[in-house]
């Protein structure tokens, strides 16, 4: 009788090896395929082009062509159809250094120069070492020195002084590197346990979350004082930092945890059959992993804690925006507002742009080799 | 040396015993997952645990190493009763090797890091002697050329073997394995089950859950058979293939060897 027929089927067949169809080459193709590849798009790239088309001759003949670019003549500025960049010239070091003292400038450019300077050699992996990190405490230390001066015969400036560009970068500097350590202590507090720590590490949490950095900034610089014996009276400057450590660190320490929570069970287990303590688990093969993990999001916090560096100048504070702000109630130049604001902007995307790409890299460096 | 203690010990458990269970408990919230183990390991000597999925062979060795707590009963791991004291718990574990299903290696480390992170760390071993160590076990376990690879570039078989040798670098007294080729594909196992089948010869103390049966026949100085949480058999190789007593050992016998 047999099986009744079966359906299926295969035919036996020899092809033989051959290299892959070759794909369209050239500037025609990689503007169909990325521009005019179906008729939505075709339609969205040539509204984008009229677009384009429409604004960009008057922002160019704005921002170039009738530009003035240089003088110390707010009146120049007046007359003329463009943009005034002189605004920028004219009014910088105020923008750049806020109150500090005209002279010292120079202090300021070289705390800029440090920190610029430190995290671009932070940025590649061969320099990772303790002795990076003992760098930045020597910088820091430095960076202190030039702010305050009052010894190696540099004039005393105290914080009240400080501002601009220098005072952001401290602050946001101060902010990571306060924070960084706090949040990853909360993360673990949160899973720890220990009811005691658990509980004081989400309240900790939640209350810095559940209000808005401003409200921080107003309790460390307002209500502080209200609370504690006037002796003790710390720093603006150092209040302010605190709040925006504790504020990062809060946030940070979420991001952290949902890092921790992605590592699988094994790997603690492993750890553990092998008897590694608690602490060295944590530091040898869950926080390497966890980190890992969660740089990018990690790294949009710490974008964000640049940005609010700007918050600062709500109470009183000189960053580099409230600075530029300051600058301009120079009442010759407050009409040109908007150009000083633009290069503000610039400074800020550099800022924030280059991080972002630091955070790429460091993303890429770290998987090579290895897939997990 | 704990004179309270030793009196309440049967005579063999002094010297030549290296784990024992006296009528161990083990609950999951309300599901009493081990009932009344009683075991004991002679040291050098092989036990191969088998069952059906869900009835409770991992629960039970991964209470030797306190990965898993049990609520009632003793186990004594080399003349240690595990209890609460995490220092007691980190040396017991000490002297416990374990290989997991699926290897749980650290993905971060290199495979020389592997094996040298625990010696180096926990043991305080000076970083060259515990990398010669590696490259021996490795030796060993058949891949020293893969020393410098992450273990996501290693295949499935040349983990495991990575994580026995991971296991062996603390020169444990026994050697506890969990499914090891299980999570295998056919041609990686046999690797795998020449490995551990080198380290029986060799005199390790094992203690290893598994379905291979070839291995077991070859190795076991004792089949332990659990269904539902409980030791329902427990007997020699010859005896427990050829002439097991219970009904439910034949039946899993004959479900596990029609293939
Ligand atoms: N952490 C846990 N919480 C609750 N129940 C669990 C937990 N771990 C295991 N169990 C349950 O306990 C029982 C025994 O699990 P165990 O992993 O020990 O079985 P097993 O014999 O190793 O099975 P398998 O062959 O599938 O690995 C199962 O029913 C399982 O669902
Ligand atoms: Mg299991």
Sequence with gaps: MGRPQTVSSAIV??????????????????LRSNFFNNIHNSVLTLLAAWALLVTLPGFISWAVTEAVWLT??????????GACWAVIAEKHRVMLFGTFPYDEHWRGVLVIAIVIGLSVVSGFKRFWSYWL??????????????????????????????????????????????????????????????????SLCIGMIEITRGVPLITVLFMASLMFPLFVPEELNIDKVIRA????????????????????????????????AAGLTYWEKTRKIILPQALRIVIPALMNDIIRAFKNTTFVSIIGLFDVLGATATA????????????AYMFIFVLYFCFCFSMSKYSEHVEHDLAKGRNF | MDDKNSE??????????IVEFRHVHKWFGDFHVLRDINMVVGRGEKIVVCGPSGSGKSTMIRCINRLEVHQEGTIIVDGTALADDTRKIEEVRRGVGMVFQDFNLFPHLTVVENLTMAPVYVHGIPEDEAERQAFELLERVKIPEQAWKYPGQLSGGQQQRV??????????????????????????????LDVMVELAEAGMTMIVVTHEMGFARKVADLMVFMDDGEIIEAAPPDIFFENPKSDRTKLFLSQILTH
């Design chain 2, 8 to 17: 309440s010990r049967p005579p063999e458990s002094a010297a030549n015993v």
């Design chain 2, 163 to 192: 994580a026995i040798a991971r296991a062996l670098m603390l020169k444990p007294k026994v050697m506890l394995f969990d499914e090891p080729t299980s999570a295998l594909d056919p041609e990686m196992i046999t690797e795998v």
């Design chain 1, 72 to 81: 110390d003549d707010p009146k120049v500025c007046r007359t003329a159809a």
């Design chain 1, 133 to 198: 990190f003992a760098a930045w405490l020597v910088a820091m230390g430095v960076i202190l020195v030039l702010q305050l001066g009052g010894v190696f015969g540099l004039r005393e400036t105290g914080t009240h002084e400080w501002g601009g560009l220098p005072l952001t970068l401290i602050m946001f500097v101060g902010t990571v590197v306060g924070g960084l350590p706090i949040a990853i202590f909360l993360a673990l507090g949160r899973r720890s346990n220990l009811p005691v720590i658990k």
């Design chain 1, 328 to 339: 301009l109630e120079d009442p010759l130049w407050v009409l040109y507002a908007p150009e």
């Design chain 1, 13 to 30: 067949v020899s092809a033989p090896r051959r290299p892959p169809p070759v794909r369209e080459t050239g500037i025609v193709a990689w």
């Design chain 1, 241 to 272: 930092q605190i709040g925006m450590i504790l504020f990062f660190g809060a946030y940070a320490a979420e991001i952290v945890r949902g890092g921790l929570q992605a590592i699988p069970r094994g790997q603690y287990e492993a750890a553990d």
